[in-house]
């Protein structure tokens, strides 16, 4: 950001200093976990919602637990989104909940673009509501909804925010030692079909 502040006059863009906003995490598994983990380092205040999740879960992070949807968005300077995409997760986010949000709040989702109403989105996006958003999904993968190349407060990137040579050759090695356990004998981890795959043909 700074780079587009040169020329320009420094007091045409203010900077964002993260230390003593608060971080609002929807869904708080291993991913959200992460999120606030490392958002603490910057000084973050840090809360999130999450109603399948257990109760002491909060403690344990050392994170403030929201009882409702609502509360979290109208006390959140930025929402992360790390929840799954189901039947009540679609569209989680759409009109009435950015009405609900802080005005100039920043939104980040890496979670499933169908979470968000694009259309919504947009709208938050040219009225200021939402004062800027880093999409790494969007709701109809790979289509762009339009408008949102346009738009200088949009960060896109396609289903590849993760991306370096590291996490590449995790990915790699954990397929072969996956591969290698089946061959083995060992249970599959992480299977989603299991029921499936065990079911006589």
């Given at each position: 950001m700074?780079?587009?502040?040169?020329?320009?006059g420094p007091a045409s863009?203010?900077?964002?200093r993260l230390r003593d906003k608060t971080l609002g995490i929807i869904g708080f598994g291993r991913i959200g976990g992460a999120v606030a983990k490392r958002a603490a380092a910057f000084g973050l205040n840090i809360r999130f919602y999450d109603p399948y999740v257990a109760s002491g879960i909060?403690?344990?992070?050392?994170?403030t637990r929201c009882e409702s949807l609502e509360e979290l968005l109208a006390s959140s300077d930025i929402v992360s989104v790390n929840a799954s995409l189901n039947r009540t997760s679609h569209h989680l986010l759409s009109g009435p909940q950015f009405q609900q949000m802080k005005e100039g709040v920043l939104?980040?989702?890496?979670?499933?673009?169908?979470?968000?109403d694009?259309?919504?989105?947009?709208a938050a996006l040219n009225s200021g509501k939402v004062a800027a958003a880093g999409l790494d999904v969007l709701e109809n993968e790979p289509d762009i909804p339009a408008?949102?190349?346009d738009l200088d407060n949009v960060i896109l990137t396609a289903h590849s925010a993760f991306y370096t040579e590291e996490s590449f050759l995790e990915m790699r090695t954990k397929s072969a030692e996956l591969l290698l356990g089946i061959m083995a004998g060992?249970?599959?981890r992480n299977c989603v079909n299991g029921n499936s795959i065990l079911q006589p043909s």
């Open positions: 700074s780079d587009k502040v040169v020329g320009t863009k203010k900077l964002y909060d403690k344990t992070h050392g994170v939104l980040v989702n890496t979670a499933r673009g169908g979470i968000v694009s259309q919504a989105l947009l408008g949102f190349r060992a249970s599959v």
